[in-house]
């Protein structure tokens, strides 16, 4: 009795811990998901306080068995390998390791920057974050093992109890959004790392339900109590889950369910012998099937068809991105770019979607790749491996059903995030990779014939080697986390104060740049060089800085060394409209105008975001209309139609006209912009000049205009959006007006107007707009009529459109039934009469019997100009 007493505080302070632990993951959960340095860092700082109150007071019999070499060496090796991307090696080594590296440093030699030693990381400051954040998931993978190590003792959850609590907060939150019709993401900016979060701990919960509800029950458990306690835990597993669904995340629902057809696999395969195992597997497999199919919402199932919608299937513009990324892969392939550098140094290899910024792959392992190099993803692939066979093995030949349970449930959270990270970033979000942290820490703490091997070794030094690489790691963060909040919070926008921290890998270059500039009078060509110049020996291979120190040597009439920053620039970010244009504003001012042009031709061809911009800076440089069109426009026809939009815009007439005769000549416009056009001039009562446009775009060779000044009189073809088409319209039951494809007087096509018989119509909704001019017109129609009841009938009214007294006439009204009958005029248009109106009628009867049924149909118009 004494005894157990003795060890009670122990227990009862290890379970204080972890409370603390949890709520310092849980805050920076649900304060910014971990994207807030403030937050983030206020959570590391509890997290290293805790540690050292765990470790320091024990001794080498109180701690958790050694870990394996194979996962002791990946853990201890991943942050020493971030660090050493770090350590400034001299230029030659970096030669030899990473040349593209070495020739971003030679770069800096002509500005006055020359260094005999560079880090492997082309912006350390990034880098250093991501240390501080590796330490972290080491801290907390190796206190969540301690922890799960002795509560497992006694076959406690405890470890797994606040990543549930959290589950099932965020999850009730996300629901709570669902229902006030806001996007599901619960705390997290993004639904895909909320669901990312859910993914990971539904295994969890789902496993802890099942093993209350299949497990070995305690003496002292009653049937019902068992019983009641596992559909409370299977409860709060349905709510996890249908948060999860309710975020609408594609790939968090394939994710998940994955993660949970590896764990339920894992377990058939475990209990099922001979055939049998390959039968469950496979009924396993055709209900994941079944509901992938019948699950998922309309809104889920619409999300997995646009990414295949657009015209190549870019997976929402993934796979496009995924392919540059092998490019930046290919640059840095040995040892990487840097931890967190991705989106800067994917500049320069971007081909696709250049009008967003990709701070993020949208692939973990790519990215992980092209920042650690082959040698670093090897580090992450051996610790994850080592991870998940310490879990396989717990789960397949644990030695009770609680530990296979727990080890199955590990198992399938980080099967989930495996796949997530297939198509997104999550492990680049603090607070997810900080959970599968946590979650491998217990995986790798039960029990299994691997650590009983090692259970059964000698004490060795090992544990207490783990014991002070925490509290180092601790000591590290407890002074790193305080700093950069006080930073955060005092000194980010402080020029002076930012270059101390600096020194500390605490910097914040933009904030900086943003102060300066701010201070001289918001001009970049104020800012001091030098200060210029130590932003860009940090972040080499940003473009946006070179950009920054050319226009700063341009305005102090540094023209070469300007145009030496710009080159730089352009090689590092050759597709990237805001570089490009920055390029072009250079060379304007040089009044180098076709390199300027070229630079945004560049642009236009890429993205539209850009048009205006453009454009006026076009007309503020003065540049020519034939020069803009020869050197400023790509080949590309979107271009074209969106700069004559732009002097439509300005109700420039002009040099409209000009540039809708350069498209003309090129190729011929899209149907839309040729309508826009016409439309723009005859709103503008350039009637004339509409007219002819339309004749030009319907093509040369056609007779409107010509032996015909109505177009498309025969009804050939589906009438388009331009004043000088059809413009049909049906009055519901009443009258259905439409194209009648088998009925014609010529062609293949004809009007046809069909009556219900319901009501007395008053019809006019059929209706044709013509240019003319002035002199003597014969008007021809056909029309055929079958059953046309009441004493008004079809016919056509023609009357001058802006003054119909001026011209005003209608032709005979069909009754009954006709063959193909020809209405026929003779017009004199009048001197100011510009624009006639045609349009099918049906006048309303004054006689009792006046609700008119039928169908009639009309063909063959044609205005022939007589003299």
């Known amino acids: 009795m004494l005894k157990s007493a003795s060890r009670m505080p122990s227990r009862s302070a290890r379970r204080f811990l972890l409370l603390v632990l949890a709520v310092a993951l849980a805050y920076a959960i649900f304060s910014s998901a971990g994207r807030d340095l403030i937050d983030w860092n206020l959570s590391v700082l509890v997290i290293a306080v805790v540690a050292v109150a765990y470790w320091l007071p024990k001794s080498a019999k109180d701690l958790a068995p050694s870990l394996e070499n194979w996962l002791f060496w990946p853990a201890l090796l991943l942050p020493c390998y971030v660090a050493f991307q770090l350590i400034p090696l001299p230029i030659g080594l970096l030669r030899f390791i990473s040349p593209a590296r070495a020739a971003l440093a030679d770069k800096l030699a002509p500005i006055g920057a020359a260094t005999s030693y560079a880090s492997i990381s082309v912006i350390p400051a990034n880098t250093s974050i991501y240390l501080v954040r590796t330490l972290a998931y080491l801290l907390a993978f190796l206190l969540a093992r301690e922890i799960a190590w002795r509560e497992w003792k006694h076959r406690s959850w405890l470890p797994v109890i606040p990543l549930i609590a959290i589950g099932v907060i965020e999850s009730a939150l996300g629901l709570t959004q669902s229902t006030n019709g806001a996007t599901v993401s619960g705390t997290y900016v993004n639904k895909n790392h909320f669901?990312?979060?859910?993914?990971?701990?539904?295994?969890?919960?789902?496993?802890?339900?099942?093993?209350?509800?299949?497990?070995?029950?305690?003496?002292?458990?009653?049937?019902?109590?068992?019983?009641?306690?596992?559909?409370?835990?299977?409860?709060?597993?349905?709510?996890?889950?249908?948060?999860?669904?309710?975020?609408?995340?594609?790939?968090?629902?394939?994710?998940?369910?994955?993660?949970?057809f590896v764990m339920s696999g894992l377990a058939f395969w475990t209990m099922a012998k001979g055939w049998t195992k390959w039968l469950a597997v496979a009924a396993l497999a055709a209900v994941c099937g079944f509901l992938i199919v019948f699950i998922p919402s309309d809104e889920l199932m619409k999300g997995f068809a646009s990414l295949f919608s657009d015209e190549w299937a870019t997976g929402e513009g993934r796979w496009p991105i995924w392919l540059d990324t092998f490019r930046l892969i290919a640059a840095f392939p040995a040892t990487g770019c840097g931890l967190g550098n991705y989106g800067t140094a994917f500049l320069k290899f971007q081909t696709a979607v250049v009008d967003r910024d990709f701070t993020f792959a949208h692939n973990d392992y790519l990215e992980l790749i092209s920042e650690l190099g082959v040698v670093g993803f090897a580090i992450v692939g051996l610790l994850m491996l080592a991870v998940l066979t310490k879990a396989l093995d717990a789960?397949?030949?644990?030695?009770?059903?609680?530990?296979?349970?727990?080890?199955?449930?590990?198992?399938?959270?980080?099967?989930?995030?495996?796949?997530?990270?297939?198509?997104?970033?999550?492990?680049?979000?603090?607070?997810?990779?900080?959970?599968?942290?946590?979650?491998?820490?217990?995986?790798?703490?039960?029990?299994?014939?691997?650590?009983?091997?090692?259970?059964?070794?000698?004490?060795?030094?090992?544990?207490?080697?783990?014991?002070?690489?925490?509290?180092?790691?601790?000591?590290?963060?407890?002074?790193?986390?305080?700093?950069?909040?006080?930073?955060?919070?005092?000194?980010?926008?402080?020029?002076?104060?930012?270059?101390?921290?600096?020194?500390?890998?605490?910097?914040?270059?933009?904030?900086?740049?943003?102060?300066?500039?701010?201070?001289?009078?918001?001009?970049?060509?104020?800012?001091?060089?030098?200060?210029?110049?130590?932003?860009?020996?940090?972040?080499?291979?940003?473009?946006?800085r070179w950009c920054d120190l050319g226009e700063a040597l341009n305005g102090n009439g540094r023209q070469d060394l300007a145009r030496y920053c710009f080159s730089n620039a352009l090689e590092l970010g050759p597709n990237i409209p805001p570089v490009l244009l920055r390029v072009a504003n250079f060379y304007f001012n040089l009044h180098e105008n076709r390199l300027a042009l070229a630079q945004c031709a560049r642009v236009l061809g890429e993205t539209a975001d850009y048009d205006d911009p453009i454009f006026q800076s076009y007309r503020a440089?003065?540049?020519?209309?034939?020069?803009?069109?020869?050197?400023?426009?790509?080949?590309?026809?979107?271009?074209?139609?969106?700069?004559?939009?732009?002097?439509?815009?300005?109700?420039?007439?002009?040099?409209?006209?000009?540039?809708?005769?350069?498209?003309?000549?090129?190729?011929?416009?899209?149907?839309?912009?040729?309508?826009e056009?016409?439309?723009?001039?005859?709103?503008?009562?350039?009637?004339?000049?509409?007219?002819?446009?339309?004749?030009?775009?319907?093509?040369?060779?056609?007779?409107?205009?010509?032996?015909?000044?109505?177009?498309?009189?025969?009804?050939?073809?589906?009438?388009?959006?331009?004043?000088?088409?059809?413009?049909?319209?049906?009055?519901?039951?009443?009258?259905?007006?439409?194209?009648?494809?088998?009925?014609?007087?010529?062609?293949?096509?004809?009007?046809?107007?069909?009556?219900?018989?319901?009501?007395?119509?008053?019809?006019?909704?059929?209706?044709?707009?013509?240019?003319?001019?002035?002199?003597?017109?014969?008007?021809?129609?056909?029309?055929?009529?079958?059953?046309?009841?009441?004493?008004?009938?079809?016919?056509?009214?023609?009357?001058?459109?802006?003054?119909?007294?001026?011209?005003?006439?209608?032709?005979?009204?069909?009754?009954?039934?006709?063959?193909?009958?020809?209405?026929?005029?003779?017009i004199r248009v009048p001197q100011d009469t510009q624009l006639i109106t045609i349009r099918a009628i049906r006048e309303p009867s004054l006689k009792f019997d006046n609700q008119i049924s039928g169908t009639a149909w009309i063909d063959s118009l044609r205005l022939e100009k007589l003299d």
């Open 195 to 260: 669901a990312g979060l859910l993914e990971m701990i539904l295994p969890l919960c789902l496993a802890w339900g099942l093993s209350r509800l299949l497990g070995e029950r305690r003496r002292n458990d009653s049937g019902v109590a068992h019983g009641i306690q596992a559909a409370g835990i299977l409860g709060l597993a349905a709510v996890i889950a249908a948060g999860l669904l309710a975020s609408v995340s594609k790939m968090g629902f394939v994710a998940a369910l994955g993660g949970l």
């Open 395 to 544: 789960g397949t030949r644990g030695p009770d059903r609680a530990t296979r349970f727990l080890g199955l449930g590990s198992v399938g959270a980080i099967a989930a995030i495996a796949l997530h990270s297939l198509a997104d970033f999550n492990m680049y979000i603090p607070v997810n990779a900080l959970v599968l942290a946590w979650i491998s820490g217990i995986a790798v703490a039960l029990p299994s014939r691997l650590m009983a091997r090692t259970e059964n070794e000698p004490a060795a030094t090992r544990p207490l080697i783990l014991k002070r690489v925490a509290l180092l790691v601790s000591a590290i963060l407890i002074v790193y986390a305080p700093a950069r909040i006080w930073f955060e919070r005092s000194f980010r926008a402080n020029p002076q104060a930012e270059a101390v921290f600096c020194r500390f890998g605490i910097c914040d270059t933009d904030a900086m740049i943003a102060a300066e500039i701010h201070e001289h009078g918001g001009s970049i060509a104020k800012v001091p060089l030098s200060v210029l110049n130590q932003a860009l020996e940090r972040d080499p291979a940003e473009p946006s």
């Open 621 to 675: 440089n003065k540049i020519a209309l034939n020069d803009a069109l020869a050197d400023g426009l790509p080949s590309t026809m979107r271009a074209w139609e969106a700069y004559l939009r732009y002097f439509m815009g300005l109700d420039d007439n002009a040099d409209a006209a000009t540039v809708w005769t350069s498209l003309l000549a090129r190729s011929r416009p899209s149907l839309k912009i040729a309508s």
């Open 677 to 826: 056009y016409v439309n723009y001039l005859y709103n503008r009562q350039r009637y004339e000049a509409a007219a002819q446009a339309w004749a030009a775009f319907v093509g040369p060779s056609g007779v409107y205009l010509k032996s015909n000044w109505l177009y498309n009189g025969d009804f050939e073809s589906e009438p388009t959006p331009t004043v000088f088409d059809w413009h049909i319209e049906s009055l519901g039951e009443d009258v259905e007006a439409a194209l009648d494809s088998t009925v014609a007087h010529t062609g293949s096509h004809s009007l046809r107007l069909r009556f219900g018989g319901k009501e007395n119509v008053n019809y006019f909704h059929a209706a044709l707009t013509a240019f003319v001019r002035p002199g003597t017109y014969r008007f021809e129609a056909f029309v055929r009529t079958q059953s046309i009841t009441t004493d008004r009938g079809v016919g056509l009214h023609l009357f001058d459109s802006e003054k119909p007294a001026r011209l005003d006439l209608k032709t005979e009204q069909l009754t009954g039934t006709n063959g193909w009958t020809k209405l026929e005029h003779v």
